[in-house]
C-alpha cells in the first residue's frame, strides 16, 4: 500500500469532522476491521430520508489479494448504521475502485480487465438495499485478443430497459445504438420480493417502434409480457390491448402477435465491425393472428421451420379474454425449457415481443408495431431485446430487507436475541 492513497481512521475522521460529530463518526470506525486502511469514500444521500450517508472502501490486513471490501452506511439520527458490505476487486491500485452518490443512487465504480469497467448503482429507499442499475463496457474479443471494436450497455433494474452501444474504439463511428427492454424469466415457484418487477412492456409511445403515424395511444394498441420457467416449461404471458380487431387471410394486412426468438446466441455484430449474420435454423417465432373477436377466433402460427419441426408439438397457447377491459386479451404460450439450453446451461436469447396493428379497414398498409425493442426491423434479430433467466433474484439485484435487520438490531439491544 502507498500512503499517499489511503487514509488511516485519524485521517478519515478528520475529513468527516467538517460535517459530523467525533460521536458519530466514531459509529462508523467501530464497523470497519481493525488495522485496514480505507482508499475512498463518498457523501450522499442514497437512502430517500434526507438524510447525508456515507460509502466507502476499505483494505484489511489478510485480505485477498486485490480485493477490497466496499461499506454503506446509512445515516440513522445520531449514529451511522451498517446496511451492507460487498466484495469488490481491482486490476491494478485500490483507487479503481470509486465512488458517486448522485439522485438518490451510491454508484460504485470498478475497473474490470485492460479495457473493461463497470459501474453500479445502489439505493437503500423503501426499507431494501438493492442493485438499481449497471453499466459496463470492454471491447469485443475474437481468438483471445481484444478488437477495436468497443461495446457499452446500460441497464435499469428498476424498468428493466437496456442501452446498448457497439462502437469503434479508435474512431468516432457508431455501429449499432439501440434500447430495449430484457426480460428477466424466473422459476416459477418463487415469490418475488417487494420492488423486483417481473413485466416489461409500457403503453406510451416509446413501445411503437414503425408506423407512428398510425398509432391514437395507449387506447389504440399495447403490449406487456412476463415469463415463468420449471423443470421443462418456460412460459410466458402476453397482455396486449388492440381497441379495433381486423382480420385478413394474410398477416402483413391482419392485426397479430409475435413472440420472435434468436437461438444463435451471436453479438449483434461481428469483432470486425461488419454486421452480423444469422442461419434460418437458429430462428423460431410464434404467431398468434387476432381474429375478429367474433366468429373467427385467435389463430397460431409456428414460424422458423427447422427449430418447429424440433419443438413445435410441445408448444401450446391459450386465449382469455379480459372481461374487465374492452379488447383486452391475456395470451398463455408455453414453449419447451429445452429450446434454451446448451448443454445443461439455460443461456440468455435474443427476444422480442411484437403487435402489429391494422386500423383502418380500408388502409391495411397503414399498421404500427409495438415492440418490447425500440429499433425493432422486422425479420432482422440483430433488432431484438433479450431474455434471461435468473435462479436467485435476491442474489442478482443484491437485495436485502432493511426492516427485518433493523428489527433484528433492536432485539439484539434489548437482549431479547443474541
Same mark, same amino acid.
Given at each position: 500500500?502507498?500512503?499517499?492513497? *489511503?487514509?488511516?481512521? #485519524?485521517?478519515?475522521?478528520?475529513?468527516? *469532522?467538517?460535517?459530523?460529530?467525533?460521536?458519530?463518526?466514531?459509529?462508523?470506525? !467501530?464497523?470497519?476491521?481493525?488495522?485496514?486502511?480505507?482508499?475512498?469514500?463518498?457523501?450522499? @444521500?442514497? !437512502?430517500?430520508?434526507?438524510?447525508?450517508?456515507?460509502?466507502?472502501?476499505?483494505?484489511?490486513? %489478510?485480505?485477498?489479494? +486485490?480485493?477490497?471490501?466496499?461499506?454503506?452506511?446509512? $445515516?440513522?439520527?445520531?449514529?451511522?448504521? &451498517? &446496511?451492507?458490505?460487498l466484495q469488490r476487486r481491482y486490476?491494478? @491500485?485500490?483507487?479503481?475502485?470509486?465512488? #458517486?452518490?448522485?439522485?438518490?443512487?451510491?454508484?460504485?465504480?470498478? +475497473?474490470?480487465?485492460?479495457?473493461?469497467?463497470?459501474?453500479?448503482?445502489?439505493?437503500?429507499?423503501?426499507?431494501?438495499?438493492?442493485?438499481?442499475?449497471?453499466?459496463?463496457? $470492454?471491447?469485443?474479443?475474437?481468438?483471445?485478443?481484444?478488437?477495436?471494436?468497443?461495446?457499452?450497455? !446500460?441497464?435499469?433494474?428498476?424498468?428493466?430497459?437496456a442501452d446498448e452501444h457497439y462502437?469503434?474504439?479508435?474512431?468516432?463511428?457508431?455501429?449499432?445504438?439501440?434500447?430495449?427492454?430484457?426480460?428477466?424469466?424466473?422459476?416459477?415457484?418463487?415469490?418475488?420480493?417487494?420492488?423486483?418487477?417481473?413485466?416489461?412492456?409500457?403503453?406510451?409511445?416509446?413501445?411503437?417502434?414503425? %408506423?407512428?403515424?398510425s398509432w391514437y395511444g395507449p387506447?389504440?394498441?399495447?403490449?406487456?409480457?412476463?415469463?415463468?420457467?420449471? !423443470? *421443462?416449461?418456460?412460459?410466458?404471458?402476453?397482455?396486449?390491448?388492440?381497441?379495433?380487431?381486423?382480420?385478413?387471410?394474410?398477416?402483413?394486412?391482419?392485426?397479430? &402477435?409475435?413472440?420472435?426468438?434468436?437461438?444463435?446466441?451471436?453479438?449483434?455484430?461481428?469483432?470486425?465491425?461488419?454486421?452480423?449474420?444469422?442461419?434460418?435454423?437458429?430462428?423460431?417465432?410464434?404467431?398468434?393472428?387476432?381474429?375478429?373477436?367474433?366468429?373467427?377466433?385467435?389463430?397460431?402460427?409456428?414460424?422458423?421451420?427447422?427449430?418447429? +419441426?424440433?419443438? %413445435?408439438?410441445?408448444?401450446?397457447?391459450?386465449?382469455?379474454?379480459?372481461? #374487465?377491459?374492452?379488447?383486452?386479451?391475456?395470451?398463455?404460450?408455453?414453449?419447451?425449457?429445452? &429450446?434454451?439450453?446448451? %448443454?445443461?446451461?439455460?443461456?440468455?436469447?435474443?427476444?422480442?415481443?411484437?403487435?402489429?396493428?391494422?386500423?383502418?379497414?380500408?388502409?391495411?398498409?397503414?399498421?404500427?408495431?409495438?415492440?418490447? #425493442?425500440?429499433?425493432?426491423?422486422?425479420?432482422?434479430?440483430?433488432?431484438?431485446?433479450?431474455?434471461?433467466?435468473?435462479?436467485?433474484?435476491?442474489? @442478482?439485484? @443484491?437485495?436485502?430487507?432493511?426492516?427485518?435487520?433493523?428489527?433484528?438490531?433492536?432485539?439484539?439491544?434489548?437482549?431479547?436475541?443474541?
Open positions: 500500500m502507498v500512503a499517499s492513497d *489511503s487514509l488511516e481512521f #485519524a485521517g478519515f475522521a478528520q475529513a468527516l *469532522s467538517p460535517i459530523f460529530s467525533p460521536e458519530k463518526i466514531a459509529t462508523i470506525l !467501530s464497523n470497519l476491521p481493525p488495522k485496514c486502511k480505507i482508499f475512498g469514500f463518498d457523501i450522499g @444521500e442514497y !437512502s430517500g430520508d434526507d438524510g447525508m450517508d456515507v460509502v466507502l472502501s476499505a483494505m484489511h490486513d %489478510g485480505a485477498a489479494r +486485490k480485493s477490497m471490501d466496499v461499506y454503506f452506511f446509512l $445515516n440513522d439520527g445520531s449514529r451511522f448504521r &451498517l &446496511l451492507r458490505t486490476v491494478l @491500485e485500490p483507487i479503481e475502485v470509486g465512488f #458517486a452518490i448522485e439522485a438518490g443512487v451510491c454508484f460504485v465504480t470498478e +475497473k474490470t480487465g485492460e479495457y473493461a469497467w463497470r459501474i453500479t448503482g445502489y439505493t437503500a429507499g423503501d426499507g431494501t438495499f438493492r442493485r438499481v442499475s449497471e453499466w459496463t463496457t $470492454n471491447r469485443m474479443r475474437t481468438g483471445g485478443r481484444e478488437t477495436n471494436v468497443g461495446y457499452e450497455r !446500460s441497464f435499469s433494474y428498476e424498468t428493466l430497459i462502437y469503434g474504439s479508435n474512431s468516432n463511428r457508431t455501429f449499432i445504438r439501440q434500447k430495449y427492454y430484457d426480460l428477466p424469466v424466473y422459476p416459477a415457484d418463487l415469490s418475488l420480493p417487494d420492488g423486483m418487477r417481473s413485466m416489461i412492456g409500457d403503453s406510451s409511445g416509446l413501445m411503437i417502434a414503425s %408506423g407512428g403515424s387506447d389504440d394498441c399495447s403490449i406487456f409480457c412476463s415469463a415463468q420457467y420449471d !423443470s *421443462s416449461t418456460v412460459t410466458f404471458r402476453i397482455r396486449a390491448h388492440d381497441d379495433r380487431l381486423l382480420y385478413h387471410a394474410w398477416a402483413d394486412s391482419a392485426d397479430h &402477435l409475435d413472440l420472435l426468438f434468436d437461438l444463435s446466441r451471436r453479438n449483434r455484430i461481428r469483432p470486425d465491425g461488419t454486421p452480423q449474420t444469422y442461419a434460418p435454423a437458429t430462428q423460431f417465432g410464434i404467431r398468434i393472428i387476432m381474429g375478429d373477436g367474433g366468429m373467427r377466433t385467435p389463430v397460431v402460427e409456428l414460424l422458423g421451420e427447422a427449430v418447429a +419441426k424440433r419443438f %413445435g408439438d410441445a408448444v401450446s397457447v391459450t386465449t382469455v379474454p379480459d372481461a #374487465a377491459e374492452f379488447q383486452t386479451y391475456t395470451f398463455t404460450v408455453r414453449v419447451p425449457l429445452a &429450446l434454451f439450453t446448451n %448443454g445443461a446451461a439455460l443461456q440468455p436469447t435474443g427476444f422480442v415481443c411484437v403487435y402489429h396493428d391494422v386500423d383502418h379497414d380500408g388502409m391495411r398498409q397503414w399498421a404500427s408495431l409495438a415492440a418490447t #425493442a425500440r429499433e425493432y426491423i422486422p425479420g432482422n434479430p440483430t433488432t431484438y431485446g433479450m431474455l434471461h433467466f435468473i435462479s436467485d433474484p435476491v442474489a @442478482e439485484y @443484491e437485495w436485502e430487507n432493511l426492516r427485518v435487520i433493523k428489527l433484528a438490531e433492536q432485539l439484539q439491544r434489548a437482549g431479547i436475541i443474541p
